[in-house]
């Protein structure tokens, strides 16, 4: 369950941070001033970090949630192959 929430947790924050971008970015700075500049482009690739961060993180815990739901969905396999085995078995003594 904290799985599930992890991964839509993350893609609503990312999906958040993208609409979010030009309200929080505003406008580049004219060119002349190269320490404003340095400062936007500073504040660019770190918002674009924490974007990034974000959706990998929401696809890793996709990831595991996958895996998690595979690995139970073959055990439920097993159980429901071995109930038929023994039911065919009991069915076969019977006889």
Known sequence: M???VLTTTFV???LGLLVGLPFVMGHKPSGEDQVELARYGTRV???FGVTSLAWVTAAFC???LMRRTRKQYADEQKE???GLIEGTLRDHERK
Do not use: R
Request: aromatic letters at 14%; a positive charge.
């Open 45 to 47: 690739l770190a918002y």
């Open 62 to 64: 996709a990831v595991l």
């Open 12 to 14: 609503i924050f990312g």
């Open 2 to 4: 904290l799985l599930k």
């Open 80 to 82: 429901n192959l071995k």
